[in-house]
């Protein structure tokens, strides 16, 4: 019911990139000055499916992502997060204090259609790249500067990593435990958000400029708004009624995770009272029913505690597989919760290709696959994250830059080259 397990390398599709590939992005080219999560995310999913993603990057330490490492069992280091994130990319490790380095970045920002940063606003402008300088050079480049705060605003000048803006949301608190102890994600959850709005975001300026003749603009991406976007009404309804809402209180009931008897755990959700009513008859309990206590939402919201005791009580004397096909045969939505070798063995999981095991030079190295799905420009994956300044040269020559000049600045170290 759950799928069988297996390593990794046995259930999972292998792929090895394929540089031939191309993408409805195709001829897109994006400079990718960010760092860390949220720049990544976004130029990732441009990556995807067909743009030259050029990562921007300091000679000697790279996109600090590339240092996120997990250490082995028996020594050495996994740089998962780069692998995963950098797929896709070409990487141009050059000095932007060098002035001979910073005009080669103008002769490729001519060809480019999107530039992303995420300095702390003012660093641009230090820089001399600043938006208005941009467009006189490239009319049509969509400029996408990604910050904690965004670029206006009394706090648009402090530091803004997603931990501050997940609990600035009000996203920990939401998340309060019953002792009350606020709760911050273990996952770079504000970036990720970030990253995928700010992808959206990049799309429609792109779509001004090439589909409505318009001239390119700044994308004006924080981590916060996009935060503020997804937690849901409970600011609206203390702005109108006074109430703020209680962060122990569920959305729907029934609702919850329950062990099961091998100490497996499901994830059930009742939220329509058709639902409900089906995981009343499945715990043997239909009596339930045209119990007013339990005849909708906000009733059973009110007796929660009492109807998520009874379900508990039922799920805890079945393992997993019996409670799976229970639930199921009654139609009841609930499904297994999961680790991640757990995960990867899944039926599901493993058939619908949703991990990939990317086979490259440096060895196989498993990641979430392209998503989401497009029946016929679908994206790919074309090459493997890069090494710091693997391209180098071949983008300066891009941006019409000569060997001699190329050597040189590689020679005083203002450029790295592999």
Same mark, same amino acid.
């Given at each position: 019911?759950?799928g069988?397990r297996? %390593?990794?390398?046995?259930?999972?599709?292998?792929?090895?990139?394929?540089? !031939? #590939?191309?993408?409805? &992005?195709?001829? /897109? @080219? *994006?400079?990718?000055?960010s760092?860390?999560?949220?720049?990544?995310?976004?130029?990732?999913?441009l990556?995807?499916?067909?743009?030259?993603?050029?990562?921007?990057?300091?000679?000697k330490?790279?996109d600090?992502?590339r240092h996120?490492?997990?250490?082995?069992?028996?020594g050495?280091?996994?740089?998962?997060?780069?692998?995963?994130?950098?797929?896709?990319?070409?990487?141009?490790?050059i000095?932007?204090?060098?002035?001979?380095?910073?005009?080669?970045?103008?002769?490729?920002?001519?060809?480019?259609?999107?530039?992303i940063?995420?300095?702390?606003?003012? %660093?641009?402008?230090?820089?001399?790249?600043?938006?208005e300088?941009?467009? !006189? #050079?490239?009319?049509g &480049?969509?400029? /996408? @500067? *990604?910050?904690?705060?965004?670029?206006s605003?009394?706090?648009?000048?402090l530091?803004?990593?997603?931990?501050?803006v997940?609990?600035?949301?009000?996203?920990a608190?939401?998340?309060?435990?019953?002792?009350?102890?606020?709760?911050?994600?273990?996952?770079?959850?504000?970036?990720?958000?970030?990253?995928?709005?700010?992808?959206?975001a990049?799309?429609?300026?792109?779509?001004?400029?090439?589909?409505?003749?318009?001239?390119?603009?700044?994308?004006?991406?924080?981590?916060?708004?996009?935060?503020?976007?997804?937690?849901?009404?409970?600011?609206?309804?203390?702005?109108e009624?006074?109430?703020?809402?209680?962060p122990?209180?569920?959305? !729907?009931?029934?609702?919850?995770?329950?062990?099961?008897?091998?100490g497996?755990w499901?994830?059930l959700?009742?939220?329509?009272?058709?639902?409900?009513?089906?995981?009343?008859?499945?715990?043997?309990?239909?009596?339930l029913?045209?119990?007013?206590?339990?005849s909708?939402?906000?009733?059973?919201?009110?007796?929660?505690?009492?109807?998520?005791?009874?379900?508990?009580?039922?799920?805890?004397?079945?393992?997993?597989?019996?409670?799976?096909?229970?639930?199921?045969s009654?139609?009841?939505?609930?499904?297994?919760v999961?680790?991640a070798?757990?995960?990867?063995s899944?039926?599901?999981?493993?058939g619908r290709?949703?991990?990939?095991?990317?086979?490259?030079?440096?060895?196989?190295?498993v990641?979430?696959?392209?998503?989401p799905?497009?029946?016929?420009?679908?994206?790919?994956?074309?090459?493997?994250?890069?090494?710091?300044?693997?391209?180098?040269?071949?983008?300066l020559?891009?941006?019409?830059?000569?060997?001699?000049?190329?050597?040189?600045?590689?020679?005083?170290?203002?450029?790295?080259c592999?």
């Amino acid at each position: 019911m759950t799928g069988s397990r297996a %390593t990794p390398a046995t259930a999972l599709a292998a792929l090895r990139p394929d540089p !031939a #590939l191309r993408g409805v &992005l195709d001829r /897109v @080219r *994006v400079l990718d000055m960010s760092r860390l999560v949220a720049g990544n995310m976004l130029s990732l999913q441009l990556a995807d499916f067909g743009a030259d993603v050029i990562k921007i990057e300091s000679p000697k330490a790279g996109d600090t992502l590339r240092h996120w490492k997990e250490e082995l069992e028996h020594g050495g280091e996994l740089d998962a997060w780069w692998r995963i994130y950098a797929r896709n990319k070409r990487s141009l490790a050059i000095d932007l204090r060098d002035e001979e380095a910073r005009n080669a970045l103008r002769g490729l920002l001519k060809s480019a259609q999107v530039l992303i940063e995420s300095f702390r606003p003012g %660093t641009l402008e230090n820089m001399g790249f600043d938006p208005e300088s941009l467009h !006189a #050079l490239n009319p049509g &480049l969509v400029i /996408v @500067r *990604v910050s904690g705060w965004g670029q206006s605003g009394p706090y648009r000048t402090l530091p803004g990593f997603g931990s501050l803006v997940e609990g600035f949301s009000g996203y920990a608190h939401k998340h309060m435990t019953p002792d009350g102890v606020p709760q911050l994600p273990n996952m770079a959850l504000a970036d990720m958000i970030a990253g995928l709005t700010g992808a959206f975001a990049t799309l429609a300026a792109l779509r001004e400029v090439e589909v409505n003749g318009g001239g390119g603009q700044v994308v004006d991406l924080s981590l916060l708004e996009p935060m503020l976007a997804i937690m849901g009404p409970d600011v609206s309804v203390y702005a109108e009624t006074g109430k703020k809402a209680d962060p122990t209180r569920k959305i !729907a009931s029934p609702r919850n995770a329950y062990r099961c008897k091998d100490g497996r755990w499901v994830a059930l959700s009742g939220s329509t009272d058709i639902m409900a009513r089906r995981v009343m008859e499945a715990i043997g309990r239909p009596n339930l029913i045209h119990d007013p206590r339990f005849s909708t939402n906000e009733a059973r919201l009110a007796n929660d505690e009492e109807l998520d005791g009874m379900i508990a009580d039922a799920i805890k004397k079945m393992n997993l597989d019996e409670c799976l096909g229970l639930f199921r045969s009654k139609g009841v939505t609930l499904g297994p919760v999961y680790d991640a070798p757990q995960l990867l063995s899944d039926r599901h999981v493993v058939g619908r290709e949703c991990y990939i095991a990317l086979e490259a030079d440096q060895g196989a190295a498993v990641m979430h696959n392209v998503t989401p799905r497009l029946s016929r420009t679908p994206g790919s994956i074309r090459r493997p994250a890069p090494g710091l300044g693997q391209h180098t040269g071949e983008l300066l020559k891009e941006a019409g830059i000569g060997d001699a000049e190329i050597r040189a600045m590689q020679k005083r170290g203002a450029i790295r080259c592999l």
